[in-house]
């Protein structure tokens, strides 16, 4: 089997990054998201040191969103002004999170500082979208041939937000909404925090915040998070580059997979509700969250228990090739609801009935 041994200490199979990219690269392009957080969380299980998973998935998140955003933007899935609007306070939070990341390096507690906001923000964040989601689905389910009439609907929380008439006020066309520059401010800061801190590139923060939080359809939310998290992946793993902190060779082997996996996975998005992409966004982030908080015991065991590790693994690897599955799965139901032919009737409501 061959294997990677660029980094003194581990061994990574090729065929499992060359799985892991396929995987988060379907994923990323479903979903919207830069997939670093699948990819952090995933090089963490397989034994690489923190500052290195970090770095090397920032490096692998540029040019994957950057991929995705092109993608996107030639299916018209993305808001580029708010796109732009939200990725430059982005990159002030992006300092700001690599800083709080050395700090917990000089404290000796990166490891498990890094996994444990990441467990919290991912269980979070699945959740929270699961619940939603499936709430969703039900109305959907209850309405019946008269699902196709209905628009998207933002939640209350976006209502909220979107009644604060703080000046000055942003208008965003492709989106349809307007808000508060200063809330645009505040998101895009936070989101940049995450990239620089456990290395993501925001998207799994990006997508639900425009969804639940700005009242945006899931779908245009999905192309417009790929373009802040491109500028601040860019920032965050120039800077980590600069560091030495980087393993490329790693970060490549996943790049040759991903990209195809992002083409594939964004032509789904057409054929699917954004409930659907929430549901899966959603059960991702939680078996994500799951092979962390595996590999979170092993490490406060002062690794003596080297089963919580092999279960990290199984899980982290498995879980998103179910992930990747499911989205294949998706896209040829669809294929059978669109030529007339029957599909069960909870699935009706995850598809578009016109496209």
């Known amino acids: 089997m061959l294997m990677l041994t ?3 200490g581990v061994e990574i199979p ?6 892991l990219g396929l995987s988060i690269g379907v994923l990323s392009g479903f979903t919207g998201v830069g997939g670093g957080f699948f990819v ?4 963490i299980v397989m034994g690489m040191p923190v500052n290195l998973a970090v770095g090397t998935s920032l490096f692998w998140v540029f040019f994957n ?5 092109i993608i996107h933007r030639n299916h018209g899935n993305s808001d580029i002004k708010l796109g732009i609007y939200i990725a430059l306070p982005s990159l002030m939070g992006v300092e700001a999170g690599i800083q709080l990341a050395l700090y917990m390096r000089t404290l000796g507690v990166q490891d498990v ?12 964040i699945g959740a929270y979208t699961i619940i939603e989601s499936l709430k969703r689905k039900d109305y959907l389910d209850q309405i019946g041939e008269e699902r196709h009439l209905v628009s998207y609907l933002p939640t209350a929380s976006a209502r909220k937000l979107q009644g604060i008439q703080l000046p000055p006020l942003v208008h965003f066309n492709r989106a349809g909404v307007t808000v508060s520059l200063w809330i645009i401010l505040i998101l895009g800061f936070l989101i940049g925090v995450s990239t620089g801190f456990i290395g993501t590139g925001g998207g799994f923060i990006v997508v639900p915040a425009l969804v639940y939080l700005m009242g945006i359809p899931a779908v245009l939310a999905v192309g417009t998070s790929t373009m802040p998290v491109v500028l601040s992946s860019l920032y965050g793993g120039g800077r980590y580059l600069l560091s030495g902190n980087v393993v490329i060779v790693v970060a490549l082997v996943i790049l040759s ?11 789904v998005t057409k054929y699917v509700r954004g409930v659907t992409i929430r549901m899966v966004l959603g059960m991702t982030i939680l078996i994500v969250s799951a092979g962390a908080i595996l590999k979170l015991g092993w490490l406060v065991s002062d690794k003596t228990l080297p089963i919580l590790q092999s279960l990290a693994n ?8 179910f992930s990747m599955v499911t989205v294949v799965l998706l896209k040829s139901i669809s294929r059978r ?4 032919k029957r599909i069960p009737l909870w699935s009706e409501s995850l598809f578009q009935q016109h496209l």
Do not use: C, E, N
């Open 14 to 19: 090729v065929i499992t990054l060359l799985l």
């Open 65 to 69: 969103s950057l991929a995705g955003s």
């Open 257 to 267: 997979t991903s990209i195809p996996g992002v083409i594939y996975g964004a032509s």
């Open 113 to 124: 500082a890094i996994l444990s906001v990441s467990i919290g923000l991912m269980t979070f």
């Open 314 to 321: 199984i899980v982290t690897i498995g879980g998103m090739l």
């Open 6 to 8: 660029s980094i003194p």
């Open 40 to 43: 952090t969380p995933a090089l």
């Open 337 to 340: 609801y669109r030529m007339g």
